[in-house]
């Protein structure tokens, strides 16, 4: 049960920004325009961030989601984000988006441990500024996103096919607030 | 010197949302709508969570930056708010704002630290879900901004004195729609 009276059985921040809309739509817009909007990383590249950083937070509404959604736009390569969350060292992905789950890494734990060689090492494959910039975004973003679905106790679905679900809507339609009941 | 090639001479956020505008905007209004909008909890109380979190965080700028605009609201002197960052349950701020500092401190190591026992230890001081909701929002919310700031490697002015002598001035200026160069 959440600590707070939220709309029942709605899962996660959905019951959340329901609750509070006033600050919940600029939750999503933040989401929109950092998942969605223009980006030399894709889409499923930055909801692979994501899920990351949420799995390393050990949130697991926010890592189930967006895993779910990374897989759906990965399409026929959506086998790459198992491999990721599972360890993403020796995932079939390219060098420099290694280097900046690592930067992400990092961010998770504290934007402190951001190092200049953790930076200099995202350049060498091929990282700019923007890239970095994002990264950092995401991560710092999800640092706050899966703190405060847990934090406030919000329902975490257990069965997978939610999520599914969840991903695909993410996929097709991106962060569009609920309407209130 | 930043991770990242950022405008000359901007301190902590203002550097990134310069280098992205299209991410300041909603990072603003969020923070306008947390910190200023009209709330059972004050002005006060809500930019002294922020700054709790951030020292908790051990992010300079947006410990100094908020603890600067608290202290104006408070109408307190350094001296205060370095207390409550210290040890907020030695101090005389409410039960009832210990309560949810005790929260946010939660929030800030991890989202599950949160403990039901926590929630109505607050209820009980006469926090309502809104107030409880907006203290774990701020929380996380400031979990991301100090990430942001030194995830880039941000330069900020180390002398506390001009967040102390511009607290006025950016409580009044909020968070929407301001220069960021001033």
């Not at chain 1, 096919?161 to 962060?175: F, S």
């Not at chain 2, 908020?66 to 349950?89: R, S, T």
């Not at chain 2, 209820?123 to 774990?136: N, Y």
Request: a negative charge; one cysteine or more.
């Amino acid at each position: 049960m959440a600590h707070i009276q939220v709309p029942d059985g709605v899962p996660g921040i959905r019951s959340l920004v329901m609750f509070r809309p006033e600050s919940g739509q600029y939750l999503y817009e933040l989401a929109q325009i950092l998942l969605r909007g223009e980006s030399s990383l894709t889409e499923a590249e930055r909801e692979l961030i994501a899920a990351y950083v949420s799995s390393r937070n050990e949130c697991v509404f926010c890592m189930c989601s967006h895993a779910a959604a990374a897989r759906h736009l990965f399409k026929d390569k959506k086998h790459v984000v198992n491999f990721v969350l599972d360890d993403y060292k020796t995932a079939p992905i390219s060098d420099r988006l290694k280097s900046l789950l690592n930067i992400a890494g990092k961010v998770q734990k504290n934007g402190k441990e951001v190092l200049p060689s953790d930076v200099e090492e995202a350049r060498k494959h091929g990282a700019n500024d923007r890239d970095i910039h994002d990264t950092v975004l995401i991560a710092a973003t999800f640092s706050m996103f899966n703190r405060y679905v847990d934090g406030l106790a919000s329902f975490t679905p257990t069965d997978p096919k939610a999520y599914e679900e969840m991903g695909a809507r993410l996929g097709e339609k991106g962060y569009v607030l609920p309407k209130q009941s | 010197m930043a991770h990242i090639d950022l405008p000359e001479g901007l301190p902590g956020i203002r550097g990134p949302m310069a280098f992205r505008p299209q991410t300041a905007k909603p990072l603003n209004e969020l923070a306008e709508v947390l910190l200023r909008s009209e709330n059972s909890l004050t002005r006060g109380e809500r930019e002294l969570i922020a700054t709790y979190v951030s020292s908790l965080n051990d992010c300079f700028y947006c410990q100094n930056a908020h603890g600067g605009i608290a202290q104006h609201y408070f109408q307190c002197d350094i001296n205060y708010i370095d207390a409550v960052k210290k040890d907020f349950e030695s101090t005389a701020i409410s039960t009832k704002l210990k309560s949810l500092l005790s929260i946010a401190a939660s929030v800030q190591k991890g989202g599950k630290h949160v403990t039901p026992e926590q929630i109505e230890k607050a209820k009980h001081h006469g926090a309502t879900d809104f107030e409880i909701h907006d203290t774990v929002l701020i929380a996380a919310a400031f979990c991301m901004f100090n990430r942001y700031v030194d995830g880039l490697g941000t330069w900020a002015p180390q002398d506390r004195d001009i967040y102390v002598e511009r607290g006025p001035r950016r409580a009044q200026e909020g968070y929407l729609n301001f220069d960021l160069y001033k």
